[in-house]
């Protein structure tokens, strides 16, 4: 009896899609769902996981294809990465680093703080997580700032590590969630992939101009917008100071850049790459096994596994090709301005809503254009994967950027400091792009 209701709810779910439409039927499931990935009440993995099944179970999609995102290689490169990472913050290896800075003869001049902070935090985060190189850099801040003896300002350089630690993170295709997520949507249509460093042509011209930017007009803008009192963070500089590095300390720092080169040189797969790196650092007692699991962050992976089921559920029921002719029928085929209304779409909804969602939605959606236009994808995937990292304009979009809040930011002085700077990254990344990938 039990099996007879379990097909009747079955027959009924697929029998409401075929009186819908699947792609009609598609395209209802993922604008709920990106309500409530905006609305930001539920676990984003969990929204992920409730899309994809519910894809599955209306005939949507086959249902092996809610879960086939669990055995992409790209989930499990970005899980081996998370440790090698995590490795790097637990041993102090960051901590070294950018105690550094503290000690240079730079640090009373709080321009040149500010653009080594930026350059810093960048480039740490094309490899590492950018809001795990936030969050270890605020008290190095804190601590600079204490005892700088009011030369220093926190309100002047946070929003500025925020801004480098987004922007850093589209210079590799590790660096942030929104690449991996592109990659994955390509995977699982059987595509060629974004190989580790394809990114960075493009998007290294407007990490450079973000740096130019912050200490010239940004900063001059900085006694106009920011015009609360500063808050001198309560932190002990000594115990930062007093930190002294072990020999695990050099091993994590060894362990990344064997996977950096690893990846550069394709000797192996970047999925068995990056588990070697998450093997060595637990086995050298760089992380403990459990712990090392535990500070995985788990939300993202599951993002990026369900939300190939829900790129698949675009293809298989038509919604992504129907999308895919209205664009072209509204815009054209001039690739000009497709590429300028893929980069400016994206930007806006990074914006106001996860990086690692837009680009999940987006990139099947313009694989089906490229297709209709008879171009190739690449330009458009490179064009989403640093396009979903421009969120400079609210505090909303990247956590990096959020996270930076605390030093007493409120909306508008992001909107007020980041939009010109926003709107530049935007017309960097359509020259550029097209430039560096023609179609």
């Given at each position: 009896?039990?099996?007879?209701?379990?097909?009747?709810?079955?027959?009924?779910?697929?029998?409401?899609t075929?009186?819908?439409?699947?792609?009609?039927?598609?395209?209802?499931?993922?604008?709920?769902?990106?309500?409530?990935?905006?609305?930001?009440?539920?676990?984003?993995?969990?929204?992920?996981?409730l899309?994809?099944?519910?894809?599955?179970?209306?005939?949507?999609?086959?249902?092996?294809?809610?879960?086939?995102?669990?055995?992409?290689?790209?989930?499990?490169?970005?899980?081996?990465?998370?440790?090698?990472?995590?490795?790097?913050?637990?041993?102090?290896?960051?901590?070294?680093?950018?105690?550094?800075?503290?000690?240079?003869?730079?640090?009373?001049?709080?321009?040149?703080?500010?653009?080594?902070?930026?350059?810093?935090?960048?480039?740490?985060?094309?490899?590492?997580?950018?809001t795990?190189?936030?969050?270890?850099?605020?008290?190095?801040?804190?601590?600079m700032?204490?005892?700088?003896?009011?030369?220093?300002?926190?309100?002047?350089?946070?929003?500025?590590?925020?801004?480098?630690?987004?922007?850093?993170?589209?210079?590799?295709?590790?660096?942030?969630?929104?690449?991996?997520?592109?990659?994955?949507?390509?995977?699982?249509?059987?595509?060629?992939?974004?190989?580790?460093?394809?990114?960075?042509?493009?998007?290294?011209?407007?990490?450079?101009?973000?740096?130019?930017?912050?200490?010239?007009?940004?900063?001059?803008?900085?006694?106009?917008?920011?015009?609360?009192?500063?808050?001198?963070?309560?932190?002990?500089?000594?115990?930062?100071?007093?930190?002294?590095?072990?020999?695990?300390?050099?091993?994590?720092?060894?362990?990344?850049?064997?996977?950096v080169?690893?990846?550069?040189?394709?000797?192996w797969?970047?999925?068995?790459?990056?588990?070697?790196?998450?093997?060595?650092?637990?086995?050298?007692?760089?992380?403990?096994?459990?712990?090392?699991?535990?500070?995985?962050?788990?939300?993202?992976?599951?993002?990026?596994?369900?939300?190939?089921?829900?790129?698949?559920?675009?293809?298989?029921?038509?919604?992504?090709?129907?999308?895919?002719?209205?664009?072209?029928?509204?815009?054209?085929?001039?690739?000009?301005?497709q590429?300028?209304?893929?980069v400016?779409?994206?930007?806006?909804?990074?914006?106001?809503?996860?990086?690692?969602?837009?680009?999940?939605?987006?990139?099947?959606?313009?694989?089906?254009?490229?297709?209709?236009?008879?171009?190739?994808?690449?330009?458009?995937?490179?064009?989403?994967?640093?396009?979903?990292?421009?969120?400079?304009?609210?505090?909303?979009?990247?956590?990096a950027?959020?996270?930076?809040?605390?030093?007493?930011?409120?909306?508008?002085?992001?909107?007020?400091?980041?939009?010109?700077?926003?709107?530049?990254?935007?017309?960097?990344?359509?020259?550029?792009?097209?430039?560096?990938?023609?179609?």
């Open positions: 009896m039990e099996g007879r209701n379990l097909s009747f709810l079955t027959d009924a779910l697929t029998g409401v075929a009186a819908v439409g699947a792609e009609y039927m598609t395209l209802i499931i993922i604008v709920l769902t990106l309500i409530l990935f905006a609305m930001d009440k539920l676990p984003m993995g969990f929204v992920a996981m899309s994809a099944i519910v894809l599955g179970i209306t005939g949507c999609m086959s249902l092996s294809k809610i879960y086939s995102g669990w055995s992409s290689s790209l989930v499990i490169m970005l899980i081996g990465m998370m440790i090698v990472g995590d490795a790097m913050f637990q041993t102090g290896a960051v901590l070294m680093i950018g105690r550094n800075i503290m000690r240079s003869k730079f640090a009373q001049n709080e321009r040149a703080v500010m653009a080594i902070i930026m350059l810093l935090s960048g480039v740490l985060s094309a490899f590492l997580s950018n795990a190189v936030v969050a270890t850099f605020i008290p190095l801040i804190g601590a700032v204490a005892s700088s003896g009011g030369t220093l300002r926190q309100k002047h350089l946070m929003m500025p590590l925020g801004f480098a630690a987004a922007m850093g993170g589209t210079l590799t295709v590790i660096g942030s969630t929104s690449q991996p997520m592109v990659n994955t949507v390509l995977e699982g249509q059987g595509l060629e992939l974004m190989p580790i460093f394809s990114i960075l042509p493009v998007a290294a011209p407007s990490f450079i101009f973000m740096i130019v930017y912050m200490v010239t007009v940004g900063y001059k803008m900085f006694p106009k917008v920011l015009d609360f009192e500063d808050q001198v963070p309560d932190v002990d500089a000594t115990a930062i100071e007093a930190f002294k590095p072990t020999w695990r300390t050099w091993v994590s720092i060894g362990t990344l850049v064997f996977c080169f690893g990846f550069f040189s394709g000797i797969d970047t999925a068995v790459v990056a588990l070697i790196g998450a093997a060595i650092a637990i086995i050298t007692g760089c992380v403990d096994f459990k712990g090392a699991f535990k500070r995985v962050d788990w939300n993202t992976i599951t993002v990026m596994a369900f939300a190939q089921g829900i790129a698949a559920a675009m293809n298989d029921s038509g919604a992504g090709a129907m999308i895919a002719n209205w664009v072209v029928d509204m815009v054209g085929d001039n690739l000009w301005l590429m300028a209304g893929c400016i779409v994206n930007t806006v909804l990074t914006n106001i809503m996860s990086n690692t969602a837009t680009a999940a939605m987006m990139a099947p959606i313009y694989i089906l254009i490229a297709s209709h236009l008879g171009v190739s994808y690449f330009p458009f995937m490179i064009a989403i994967a640093v396009a979903t990292n421009l969120t400079a304009a609210t505090p909303i979009g990247g956590t950027v959020t996270m930076t809040s605390q030093a007493g930011y409120r909306f508008s002085d992001f909107v007020k400091i980041g939009t010109p700077m926003n709107i530049a990254w935007a017309i960097i990344t359509i020259i550029m792009t097209l430039i560096v990938y023609p179609f």
